[in-house]
């Protein structure tokens, strides 16, 4: 427009004179623009409802957006997060593991355990292992995966799915006898299945090979439920001693005292457990070999060094020691007895006193196995998901010894990860439906304005006002109604959002999608970014119709009104 005639129409618009000339232009559109939209004249026009039809299908598909990218980020996180509360974000194995419910054996005795959890990014390390096993009941049998765990375990995402009990109380002091705990933490499906509750005594049978199965008692402490198939329908939790002394992953050495023969002689004899059960037996300060039965003389009596000056004396204990290694280089363990005279009478001879034992009692100073030197794998638990693929690099490489790996919640699970970044494809095709219906509504929207608007823009084109001028003011009207459409579907999406968040009104079959109530995740992000995406596009879109403006002439514009 030349700046003449733009002042001149400035000044009669009352626009302030300093925008006329460089960016007169913008404030000029910017100025009509707002006049378009508040002209009290609107209600006798067609343009009102179509804009506000517009305006509508923009909430309504701002809001189902925000809705779907909400619930599909709950729903991936929920998943996510159960999978990781199953198993951790890693596990460190053997590279001898073929059977996913068995673990071979490890020794936990590592460089990285257990103060791997001060390595940046990671959160927590704990022991596990499995073996596969057979619950027993009256009526039924279920086949499981017995997962071991030790006290360092990390309750809270079983705590967080308790049905009902509590889980296992395993700490560094055992409970039993046999120095383990004896409860079973195990699913809600499982005990309706095998119809037992809280407080009932199970049989539970190891499955060691095909040849070695071991019934083993225990009692129900507590149900979970995560909804996930994987885990509710096969992982049952003891206490990992169990697993370990079945397993035979240590050695046990014991040593077998016989009755006092003679008043002085015993017979000994070495035994072993676990292990590859190929035994070497050592007795360390004697010359015996091999497990025995070794007879021995423990005590001394008509002592042939006695001499006159000696005063009689009872007889000393006599200790014995044991170790026992194998050919597979397991941890060896040691036995140790004390051999004690419980009951002695002297005999008096020429030569002075001699004591004759005919009782003795056995103080066991180990009573043990290097069993507890092993376990199935570790469990290790990142500060964040996203970091994943970076700590198993640094893991591994910097961290692991030979023989050893490590396994993603990815790979233990692939087929659930494929489906949940399937969930993201139908999150870009709702966007882009929505998206598709906001650009045709506002694009009806815009062309209905336009055409109600002719006869101003022959006025406008015969003051001199070229076409972008015209295209801008139009494309103004249009942000605006985008900018009222997307604020307004902002609200409605999130309030729905926190109302599902707060209420959980909207359930789910949990047996189905894995969680009781529709999650939501509620991140600005990608809200801040649907806002933006969702404007340009339109804009975009909308430059086309705008385009209209250039094919009305002048003349024939003031005489269409």
Request: aromatic share 8%; net charge negative.
């Amino acid at each position: 427009m030349p700046a003449t005639k733009a002042a001149i129409f400035g000044r009669h618009l009352n626009l302030p004179v300093r925008q006329v000339g460089g960016t007169a232009n913008v404030g000029f559109a910017h100025f009509i623009a707002q006049r378009i939209l508040s002209a009290k004249d609107r209600h006798d026009r067609l343009s009102r409802p179509i804009v506000w039809i517009a305006v509508l299908g923009i909430v309504i598909g701002m809001a189902v957006m925000i809705i779907t990218v909400a619930i599909s980020t709950g729903f991936q996180d929920e998943v996510r997060n159960k999978l990781i509360g199953a198993g951790g974000h890693l596990q460190i194995t053997s590279m001898q593991q073929t059977d996913a419910k068995e673990t071979p054996r490890i020794s936990v005795n590592q460089a990285f355990y257990p103060h791997l959890d001060t390595l940046p990014g990671v959160r927590h390390i704990q022991v596990y292992a499995t073996k596969p096993g057979i619950i027993e009941t009256e009526e039924e049998i279920q086949g499981v995966m017995v997962k071991g765990v030790d006290a360092d375990h990390d309750w809270t995402f079983l705590q967080q799915h308790l049905v009902a009990g509590s889980v296992p109380a395993i700490t560094a002091e055992k409970s039993d006898s046999s120095g383990h705990n004896n409860e079973m933490l195990l699913s809600q499906w499982m005990t309706e299945r095998l119809g037992i509750g809280v407080g009932d005594t199970i049989t539970v049978y190891l499955v060691k090979g095909r040849e070695d199965i071991r019934p083993r008692k225990f009692n129900v402490c507590g149900i979970y439920r995560t909804g996930l198939e994987q885990l509710d329908q096969q992982v049952v939790f003891i206490d990992i001693g169990h697993l370990q002394r079945f397993s035979g992953w240590g050695l046990q050495a014991e040593i077998s005292v016989g009755d006092v023969e003679d008043g002085r002689f015993v017979t000994i004899t070495a035994s072993a457990f676990g292990g590859d059960r190929n035994y070497t037996y050592e007795w360390p300060g004697t010359d015996l070999k091999g497990p025995g039965p070794h007879r021995v003389q423990v005590w001394d009596w008509h002592n042939p060094n006695w001499r006159p000056d000696q005063f009689p004396t009872e007889p000393k204990d006599t200790s014995f020691t044991l170790v026992v290694h194998d050919n597979s280089g397991t941890n060896p363990d040691t036995s140790s007895v004390r051999i004690v005279p419980d009951l002695s009478i002297p005999i008096t001879h020429s030569l002075g006193t001699d004591w004759v034992v005919q009782r003795a009692r056995v103080e066991r100073s180990h009573v043990g196995s290097t069993h507890e030197q092993y376990v199935g794998g570790f469990e290790v638990a990142l500060e964040s998901y996203n970091d994943l693929i970076a700590m198993d690099d640094v893991i591994y490489q910097d961290h692991l010894g030979y023989g050893m790996r490590t396994v993603t919640v990815r790979q233990r699970s692939p087929e659930m990860f494929a489906w949940l970044e399937l969930l993201d494809t139908n999150v870009w095709v709702v966007i882009v439906l929505m998206t598709i219906v906001a650009i045709i509504n506002m694009t009806s929207a815009l062309i209905i304005i336009i055409l109600e608007r002719t006869a101003m823009i022959g006025v406008l084109k015969s003051l001199g006002s070229p076409n972008g001028v015209i295209r801008r003011i139009f494309l103004i009207d249009a942000t605006y109604i985008l900018g009222i459409g997307i604020l307004s579907g902002d609200l409605l999406g999130v309030g729905l959002c926190f109302l599902q968040r707060w209420t959980g009104l909207a359930t789910l079959n949990m047996d189905v999608y894995y969680v009781h109530a529709v999650p939501v995740a509620i991140d600005p992000l990608p809200i801040v970014a649907l806002n933006v995406g969702v404007l340009l596009v339109c804009l975009a879109a909308l430059v086309l119709p705008s385009m209209l403006v250039t094919r009305i002439p002048p003349v024939r514009a003031i005489q269409f009104d």
